[in-house]
């Protein structure tokens, strides 16, 4: 299947977009690199490949950032709730406010290759309006500039550690020696590959039983099939063997 048109997403204020984009460092190393949402779908869509593979520390980075991702989505759908229901309150006394958005927002198209990347994007996207929110309050005297820029930064603060931890697990895996580790290697007897897991193992530990059986898989887990027969091919009631889902 394929779409029969553009996915893509709004933006309205600038600390989305930079959370979108990122920061590159300062050449003379001044100024810290921020990882944005952008470099850390790309990330995931490395690990995701590397998932199809039967890379089990791929799948562990992945169920790890599924989670930190839903998590810090629905910790901003309750912060964005609360700041929401100021405004709701004034209403029900009778002041009507509309949330601020940009009179020129931008638009950004979505060329992601894996689900990943548009679950980076509802981060974004939920940040977005949450920002909305918090600049409403502040422009509308419901809330301080400090106490408004305080807002923005507990938001960001743990989306930015999950953007860096998920870049450094996948610049692990990138590495020669560790992109291509398979599930079959930790049975395996050979001396180089007992250690390439040894070094993997020091560099990262921990990693749960459940997901190197494969019993735990990410939502997303890529896996190598086998090439479906041809539509034409395919009789009526077995679309599940043509591997139509």
């Known amino acids: 299947l394929e779409s029969d048109g ?7 204020t600038k600390e989305a977009m930079r ?17 944005g949402a952008k470099i850390v779908g790309s990330a995931l869509r490395q690990l995701w490949f590397s998932s199809g593979t ?5 799948d562990w980075a992945l169920l790890m950032a599924e989670q930190g991702l839903d998590q810090r989505i629905k910790e901003m759908e309750q912060e964005r709730e609360r700041a929401t229901g100021r405004i709701k309150e004034l209403e029900q006394r009778g002041l009507h406010l509309s949330i601020l958005r940009s009179a020129n927002p931008v638009k950004l198209e ?5 689900p990943y990347g548009f679950l980076i994007a509802h981060l974004v996207i939920v940040f977005d309006h949450f920002v909305r929110i918090i600049k409403t309050l502040q422009a509308r005297d419901l809330i301080g500039a400090d106490e408004g820029r305080a807002e923005v930064r507990a938001a960001l603060g743990p989306i930015r550690a999950l953007f860096n931890k998920v870049q450094r697990q996948e610049m692990i895996l990138n590495r ?3 992109n291509g580790i398979q599930r079959a290697d930790f049975a395996s007897t050979s001396v180089d590959v007992r250690q390439r897991i040894s070094k993997i193992n020091a560099l990262w530990p921990g990693l749960p039983d459940e997901i190197r059986s494969g019993k735990l898989l990410p939502r997303h887990a890529k896996r190598q099939h086998q090439q479906p027969m041809p539509i ?5 009631g077995n679309e ?4 139509l889902i």
């Open 176 to 178: 020669p020696a560790f």
């Open 54 to 58: 039967d890379n089990p520390y791929a």
């Open 19 to 35: 959370l979108f984009i990122g920061r590159g460092e300062n050449p003379d190393g001044r100024v810290v690199r921020i990882p």
């Open 232 to 236: 034409a091919n395919v009789a009526m």
């Open 6 to 12: 553009d996915d893509y997403m709004m933006i309205h």
């Open 110 to 114: 979505l060329g992601f290759r894996s």
């Open 240 to 243: 599940e063997e043509a591997g």
